[in-house]
């Protein structure tokens, strides 16, 4: 199981950027993290394929947008009005279980993990 994170790069502040995760399965769940320097990784969005539900951190509600294309397999997050404190490292994970909503949140419930892209915002 592969994840291509990709997308990232250097951006303005109220700019905008779209990464890119392609899998090489077609997973249940997929949500997208973030970890910026000295930080612990923390959710950013996810989303069930079978039905579509999503789920947000309220730190980007309103300003990032996750969506999929399922016949590529690939995962989506729109990020607009991007800010300083958006910078991190993002990283796509996925899991074969369709995740409740709650657990989408949670590094533990995902099994397969890309190698991140990097997000730098500047002011």
């Known amino acids: 199981v592969q994840l291509q994170a990709s997308g990232g790069g250097l951006v303005q502040a109220g700019g905008s950027l779209r990464l890119s995760c392609a899998a090489s399965?077609?997973?249940?769940?997929m949500g997208w993290f973030r970890q910026a320097p000295g930080k612990e990784r923390d959710f950013v969005a996810a989303?069930?394929?079978?039905?579509?539900?999503?789920s947000y951190d309220n730190s980007v509600k309103g300003r990032f947008t996750i969506s999929s294309d399922n016949a590529k397999n690939t995962l989506y997050l729109h990020m607009n009005s991007l800010k300083p404190e958006d910078t991190a490292v993002y990283y796509c994970?996925?899991?074969?279980?369709?995740?409740?909503?709650?657990?989408?949140?949670?590094?533990?419930?995902?099994?397969?993990w890309g190698q991140g892209t990097q997000v730098t915002v500047s002011s």
């Open positions: 994970a996925a899991t074969n279980r369709r995740l409740t909503i709650g657990s989408m949140w949670t590094q533990s419930s995902y099994s397969y």
């Open positions: 399965f077609s997973g249940y769940t």
């Open positions: 989303k069930r394929w079978s039905d579509g539900n999503t």
